[in-house]
């Protein structure tokens, strides 16, 4: 029987210890001290993600992988959690840390359930990363060898029926418009103003979604020194989205091409470079994670749909290391501001659906 009193408690208990993305360490603390709690040995790699292997009481079931990230985005710190409307939320004046909290909390309480109730359960890998909202930088450091599981579950914002088998790769973009300095009051034609320059080829780009599986988006532009001076170097920085590498590419280059263009049309210079984040995955609704998820979530009463994602996950990575793995959601809504909701219904039931899956893994597939 799960305890949703003891889950709400365990999640608030979270939120309220800061762990904005690079700056985990206290969270983690408190992590590994519950996991140790549960007769568990965790570790941790040099970054900060924690791992913990758990020997299963089924021989010949499969190994999975739980999986969630321990950062959040701000502003997070002195967080005040508060029930509203059967939903768990924040003051107001910060994120509420269900992004990803809730998926860490759902996992650690499953776990529990596990062992007060001595369940069944096969072999077992937990692991909780860190850095994942600033570009999945700690699945992206994994040593690949700890990464050993024939079925991985990504825990996640969204609810517990919807199963994310696909994700878009990301490219960012960065830019350097150069300008020329000179009085902006005395003699403006001496200079060449390196904002305009980049706000006329801002202006001229394609942006927001492009198509149903590309979006684009120009996210921090920073330059200016006065107003009495033409500015004479304005630094842009972006991204570009797609499941798709043909329109990814596209994108880019169009973004490129606006930047020169303005450039050239002004006499400024440019000077630009695109990096790779992660790449794109796509699980077929087919194969036997997509098969086990669903029939877990049924089990919880739910019906299950499937739906390529517009974002990121660990699970970019973690398919990239060769384990199929899937996003599921516990309930966490409006991610990424203030307004971020957790619903307690999906909540209890994302929790329940974590032990169905463990239920459904421990049979031999």
């Not at 107001?92 to 840390?97: H, N, V």
């Not at 198509?211 to 001076?229: F, P, S, V």
């Not at 966490?332 to 974590?354: D, M, W």
Request: glycine letters at 8%.
């Amino acid at each position: 029987m799960l305890n949703k009193k003891r889950l709400i408690k365990r999640f608030t208990d979270y939120v309220k210890i800061a762990s904005p993305s690079g700056d985990e360490a206290n969270f983690a603390k408190r992590l590994v001290f519950d996991l140790k709690k549960l007769g568990l040995k965790p570790t941790r790699d040099r970054i900060g993600n924690i791992f913990v292997r758990i020997k299963g009481n089924l021989p010949g079931a499969p190994t999975i992988m739980l999986n969630a990230h321990i950062d959040t985005v701000s502003p997070g710190k002195n967080i005040k959690p508060r029930i509203i409307d059967g939903n768990l939320r924040s003051n107001g004046k910060t994120i509420l840390g269900a992004d990803n909290k809730a998926g860490v909390a759902a996992i650690i309480e499953a776990l529990t359930i596990i062992k007060e109730q001595d369940l069944p359960y096969g072999n077992i890998l937990l692991v909780f990363t860190v850095q994942e909202e600033t570009g999945l930088h700690g699945s992206k450091v994994v040593d690949r060898k700890k990464i050993k599981a024939d079925y991985g579950f990504v825990f996640d914002g969204g609810s517990p029926n919807m199963i994310h088998n696909a994700a878009p790769a990301q490219k960012n973009i960065e830019a350097w418009v150069i300008g020329r300095a000179a009085h902006a009051g005395v003699h403006p034609e001496h200079g060449i103003n390196a904002i305009k320059v980049a706000s006329v080829a801002i202006a001229n780009m394609k942006l927001g979604r492009i198509d149903r599986e590309t979006t684009a988006n120009i996210g921090i532009i920073q330059g200016g020194k006065a107003t009495n001076i033409i500015p004479p170097k304005v630094y842009l920085k972006g991204e570009a989205r797609s499941r798709n590498t043909k329109k990814l590419k596209k994108q880019l280059q169009h973004m490129v091409s606006c930047l020169n263009k303005a450039c050239r049309k002004y006499k400024a210079r440019l000077h630009y470079k695109i990096n790779d984040i992660y790449e794109s995955f796509v699980v077929s609704r087919h194969e036997k994670v997509m098969r086990i998820a669903k029939r877990a979530i049924n089990n919880t009463g739910l019906s299950a749909k499937i739906k390529a994602s517009g974002g990121g996950s660990d699970a970019n990575i973690f398919n990239k290391y060769r384990v199929p793995s899937i996003i599921l959601g516990v309930g966490a809504h409006e991610l990424h501001g203030v307004k971020e909701r957790l619903s307690i219904k999906e909540f209890v039931l994302g929790t329940q659906l974590i032990l169905e899956l463990i239920k459904e893994c421990s049979k031999k597939q």
